[in-house]
């Protein structure tokens, strides 16, 4: 499978962006789905995962209210809601795909076995 995001921007603080993650090659339906981020001199950070058919989500900390992720698999995409968005939110952002088990999100990069090319977000203050 191949993942390409998209959606990224420039943006002012409190605003909103919508990012997708578009899958080719087979169906990602039986994948945990993932997008992290990695700003200059970091390690790549989770930001938010979903199960393979979206009822189990989870968040980074940092992000928990503030971003929503969600999927479509007969889309074969997954998309991530960003409002209130912060300076510190600045990275590009990746999405990244594991075949998992039913209920089952990852936390873990490393655990990871697709990875999409980033797309850039980039919030003024």
């Known amino acids: 499978v191949q993942l390409q995001a998209s959606g990224g921007g420039l943006v002012q603080a409190g605003g909103s962006l919508r990012l997708s993650c578009t899958a080719s090659g087979r169906s990602i339906a039986t994948d945990v789905m993932g997008w992290f981020r990695q700003a200059p001199g970091k390690e790549r950070e989770f930001v938010a995962s979903?199960?393979?058919?979206?009822?189990?989500?989870d968040y980074a900390d940092v992000v928990k209210g503030r971003f929503t992720i969600s999927r479509d698999n007969a889309k074969n995409t997954v998309n991530l809601q960003m409002n209130k968005l912060k300076p510190e939110d600045t990275a590009p952002y990746y999405c990244a795909a594991r075949q998992g088990v039913t209920g089952q999100t990852i936390k873990s990069k490393d655990r990871y076995d697709v990875w999409g090319r980033g797309t850039q977000v980039t919030v003024s203050s």
């Open positions: 979903i199960s393979r058919v979206g009822t189990v989500r």
